[in-house]
């Protein structure tokens, strides 16, 4: 059986299951009946898509809106998955190739309209093709007090039965009432049933700026020592020197990453599983079928690659239900090599944007002005109240108009023609004579010194706030050199506002020797 990570990500581009899709995803591959109810946008057809391709045999989706369903099986052909859908708007050649691909068993998924149940051949034609399972796009369909009422859904059950395979059911509706009319009109026992929402309000959610960030690795960890916990790093030099640091800080601390042997990286997962207080400093490729519910803490070093990750990654912590914690670092160089990450990627351009698209969601977080918790399951399409317990609705952050250093800021790179980083730029900005404004002649820039009134360090602020609102983005090609984006311009031009957070993060307690 193929791999469901692997195929998330060879075939699917992602890199991380969503909130909720992991646990449907196992439910459905191992052939039980599923009833599952996630908001619109949550991912929702991942959880049919994907055991599709893990289990053998035909699956038929059955989905009421035509151009999605088209639109689902161009995406699934474009990635190389044999997909095709009976429908009134095919053309011949279409309706051709898709019972071309049923007679030489090669179809792994089949949509079809509900009204094409009315028709006799149906089941027969599905029996022949090797039909294994059936899922049921839009199932509130099914209800008759409903106002998407499709009476032709309630063959779906007989043709159940007829088939004698496995059924899963997806709604974004979510009332009882609605939840138990699908459960009996397409199952004949309670299915297994997912409808929780995507918070976990025991765990802790907080970001922090880069400025010493192992100090405020060890120091995050020192308010739990004894504590399981795991601290994530983007390379794998930084998880063996951050075990270190935190083995000289009198943890018990350990590191993982791919590239250690098979033996050292199953000695360090039995370890975390048995010991209490290990610390593992890994890279992602730790935590894959983790299964410790007590952990206490996870730590980001480093800004992970999408929200999508973020979440899964923090999750890790506290599936106890008891209190845990989470801090997540990032600055500047890391937006940077993120985008450089996707910009150098082989993906295809569009891919590229909807990549940039779940960074940008994640650096929205990292920059929130309210509760994080209603930013992040606002984006996996819950509207949550703000939760007290993040470290925003702790302490919101002072926030200040920054539309006159916003518009500064930009004209500084115009005027270097985009050709400069941030140090260079905030040197030019407040007016810092080096030997590098000296050559270019920076000194004699109308800019020169405009932003002398604003500090180094809240210049930083801007910066990287800019670079996560994707006002600014660095180019891969120029090292760095920042480049304006299209929504900049209507600030430029003084027609839209900005608001930012002054960086109110103070300078991390240094912490005595620390090797490196
Ligand atoms: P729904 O049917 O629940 O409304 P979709 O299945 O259309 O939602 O998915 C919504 C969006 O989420 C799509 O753009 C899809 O590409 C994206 N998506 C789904 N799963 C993931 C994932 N694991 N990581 C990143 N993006 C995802
Ligand atoms: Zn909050």
């Known amino acids: 059986m193929p791999d469901a990570q692997d195929l998330l990500s060879s075939i699917f581009g992602f890199d991380a299951f969503r909130p909720g899709?992991?646990?449907?995803?196992?439910?459905?591959?191992?052939?039980?009946?599923?009833?599952?109810?996630?908001?619109?946008?949550?991912?929702?057809?991942?959880?049919?898509?994907?055991?599709?391709?893990?289990?053998?045999g035909l699956t038929v989706v059955i989905s009421p809106l035509i151009a999605l369903m088209r639109d689902q099986v161009r995406a699934l052909q474009e990635a190389g998955v044999c997909a095709g859908a009976l429908t009134s708007g095919n053309t011949e050649e279409e309706t051709e190739a898709v019972w071309q691909a049923i007679e030489t068993e090669r179809l792994k998924l089949l949509y079809i309209a509900p009204e094409r149940l009315a028709s006799g051949g149906t089941e027969r034609m599905l029996r022949q093709a090797g039909c294994s399972l059936i899922a049921v796009d839009e199932a509130h369909c099914v209800s008759?007090?409903?106002?998407?009422?499709?009476?032709?859904?309630?063959?779906i059950g007989e043709l159940r039965r007829a088939l004698d395979v496995p059924l899963?059911?997806?709604?974004?509706?979510?009332?009882?009432?609605t939840r138990a009319e699908i459960g009996q009109r397409l199952f004949d026992a309670e299915p297994e049933t997912f409808l929780h929402g995507f918070d976990r309000p025991n765990i802790t959610l907080s970001f922090q700026t880069k400025n010493s960030p192992r100090s405020q690795i060890l120091s995050f960890a020192a308010a739990r020592k004894g504590q399981s916990g795991i601290v994530y790093c983007g390379t794998r030099a930084k998880t063996e020197g951050i075990a270190r640091a935190l083995t000289d800080d009198g943890h018990s601390a350990c590191h993982y990453h791919a590239g250690m042997d098979a033996d050292d990286r199953r000695d360090v997962e039995r370890r975390f599983q048995q010991e209490d207080g290990l610390i593992v400093c890994a890279t992602v490729a730790f935590g894959m079928g983790i299964d410790k519910p007590d952990i206490r803490w996870v730590a980001h070093a480093d800004l992970p690659k999408s929200i999508e990750s973020y979440y899964q990654e923090i999750g890790r912590a506290g599936r106890d239900g008891a209190p845990a914690d989470t801090l997540t670092l990032f600055g500047a160089d890391d937006i940077r090599y993120r985008r450089q990450q996707i910009d150098e990627g082989m993906v295809p351009p569009d891919l590229r944007v909807a990549d940039h698209g779940r960074l940008n969601a994640l650096l929205g977080l990292a920059e929130a002005q309210v509760c994080r918790r209603v930013t992040l399951l606002g984006y996996f399409g819950e509207s949550p109240q703000p939760c007290g317990n993040?470290?925003?609705?702790?302490?919101?952050?002072?926030?200040?108009?920054?539309?006159t250093q916003v518009r500064k800021a930009l004209s500084a790179m115009l005027r270097t023609e985009e050709r400069f980083g941030i140090g260079h730029l905030i040197d030019v900005l407040t007016g810092t004579a080096t030997e590098k404004t000296a050559r270019f002649a920076h000194d004699t820039l109308p800019t020169w010194g405009v932003g002398s009134e604003t500090p180094k360090h809240q210049w930083q602020a801007v910066f990287r706030q800019m670079m996560g609102l994707d006002l600014v983005r660095p180019d891969a090609e120029r090292h760095g050199a920042l480049r304006m984006t299209d929504p900049a311009r209507p600030i430029l031009r003084g027609e839209e506002s900005v608001t930012l957070r002054r960086d109110s993060i103070?300078?991390?307690?240094?912490?005595?020797?620390?090797?490196q």
């Open 21 to 56: 899709q992991e646990e449907i995803v196992q439910a459905v591959v191992a052939g039980r009946d599923v009833l599952a109810i996630m908001p619109t946008g949550g991912g929702k057809s991942l959880c049919f898509q994907l055991p599709a391709l893990v289990r053998p």
């Open 144 to 155: 008759q007090w409903g106002h998407d009422f499709r009476p032709d859904y309630l063959r």
């Open 506 to 515: 103070k300078r991390a307690e240094r912490r005595p020797a620390v090797k």
């Open 168 to 177: 899963a059911a997806f709604t974004a509706t979510a009332d009882a009432e």
């Open 390 to 403: 993040c470290d925003l609705c702790e302490k919101p952050p002072e926030l200040f108009d920054a539309t």
